[in-house]
Antibody, heavy 127, light 108 residues
Framework: EVQLVQSGAEVKKPGESLKISCKGS????????IGWVRQMPGKGLEWMGL????????RYSPSFQGQVTFSADKSIGTAYLQWSSLKASDTAMYYC????????????????????WGQGTMVTVSS | DVQMTQSPSSLSASLGDRVTITCRAS??????LNWYQQQPGKAPKLLIF???TLQSGVSSRFSGSGSGTHFTLTISSLQPEDFATYYC??????????FGPGTKVEIK
């Protein structure tokens, strides 16, 4: 079964650092981009960016550039999302998602579909 | 940046109703549009990609249409498990795969 399994919920204080994980299984985890998505309490989905575990190539949404860091360890099929200094406003559910393989539909190359999602990691930042 | 809007932001419907949700892009995105369903307390689930292609395993009561800037998601006959929030996502401008604000489908 293809799946992404994320690390468990975290409760941290402002200023602390944190690294959460997303482990892929059931597929070649080095050959699919992994996206990260934030969902603040009661709010919608926000796109954070992507990492390619095969070579750790990263692409950040401008809103999150400099605020978080993506990394990966291809030997264990795991992607990471980390903060060096958490803020209360980082309180949210964070999802990882696998970008599907490139496919052709009606003559279009489709490259931005996210077909497998992790269960989410809730991060709570509170003093 | 491509901005995505959805309407309505919420709707109330009864079991068996036909429901249509609209998504608009601020510029043409061809058919690079995905739809996701998020049930309460769960991760999003891919329903439709490339505007109208049903993801494997998804019920055929879901359908999508549109291209350019205007897209729709239709649920032909609402079932209990369909009460959820639905998000569109553009996949034209990489790597900024922007989501719409969501449409919450509630029970009337």
């Amino acid at each position: 079964e293809v799946q992404l399994v994320q690390s468990g919920a975290e409760v941290k204080k402002p200023g602390e650092s944190l690294k959460i994980s997303c482990k892929g299984s059931g597929y070649n985890s080095s050959s699919h981009w992994i996206g990260w998505v934030r969902q603040m309490p009661g709010k919608g989905l926000e796109w954070m960016g992507l990492i390619y575990p095969g070579d750790s190539d990263t692409r950040y949404s401008p809103s999150f550039q400099g605020q978080v860091t993506f990394s990966a360890d291809k030997s264990i099929g795991t992607a990471y999302l980390q903060w060096s200094s958490l803020k209360a406003s980082d309180t949210a559910m964070y999802y990882c998602a696998r970008r599907a393989a490139l496919t052709m539909v009606r003559g279009l190359i489709i490259f931005g579909t996210f077909d497998v999602w992790g269960q989410g990691t809730m991060v709570t930042v509170s003093s | 940046d491509v901005q995505m809007t959805q309407s309505p932001s919420s709707l109330s419907a009864s079991l068996g109703d036909r429901v249509t949700i609209t998504c608009r892009a601020s510029q043409s995105i061809s058919s690079h549009l995905n739809w996701y369903q998020q049930q309460p307390g769960k991760a999003p689930k891919l329903l439709i990609f490339a505007a109208s292609t049903l993801q494997s395993g998804v019920s055929s009561r879901f359908s999508g249409s549109g291209s350019g800037t205007h897209f729709t998601l239709t649920i032909s006959s609402l079932q209990p498990e369909d009460f959820a929030t639905y998000y569109c996502q553009q996949s034209y401008i990489t790597p900024l795969f922007t989501f719409g604000p969501g449409t919450k489908v509630e029970i009337k």
